[in-house]
């Protein structure tokens, strides 16, 4: 695959994985978290499609568009191995969807990282929850299932916390 290939299959996969997941997860009352705004596009695309739920989005350092910029109440500004367990005191074990895209180019320097914070989400997710990711990640309490229809393997990867 050429690289436009890749970035379009990761694109598309994305948005099939999360519309997906808002589906799974209609009727749960807990929030969203988006896990690395970056330009905001899935960010637009969540809040797009979740209108019932808080969404609360992780990042460093804001460089989004202005069209896709959360209010300052939906920004968890901070390293998410910082943020995270800061939220889970906050919030509990309540998250219904959350959606990862924290990578760069160095693939061996995600999967380490996917690996440190696995253990960190894991704990935040409610039963039934479900957990979106471009990398693969590293759950003993939740199941990777079925990617849907649009989804291409090794491009998006989709868990479910057990009932
Ligand atoms: N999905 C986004 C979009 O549609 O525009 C793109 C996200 S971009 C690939 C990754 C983002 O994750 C970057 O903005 C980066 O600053 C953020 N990020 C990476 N590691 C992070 C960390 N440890 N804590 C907080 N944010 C992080």
Known sequence: MTRLELFIARMTSQRACIDYAVGLTAGMAGPVYELGLGNGRTFDHIRAKVTDR???????????????????????????VDTLPMMLARDGATVSFAHADLGGHNL??????????????????A???????????????????ELPEGAMDGRAFIYRKLL
């Open 127 to 145: 039963p039934g929850g479900v957990m979106v990711s471009s990398d693969k990640m590293y759950f003993d309490a939740l199941e990777q299932i």
């Open 54 to 80: 808080d969404i609360f989005v992780f990042e460093r350092a804001v460089a989004s568009n202005p069209a896709s910029t959360p209010s300052e109440d939906q920004l968890v500004l901070g390293d998410v």
């Open 108 to 125: 061996e320097k995600n999967d380490a990282f996917a690996r440190l914070i696995s253990p960190l989400i894991e704990v935040m997710i």
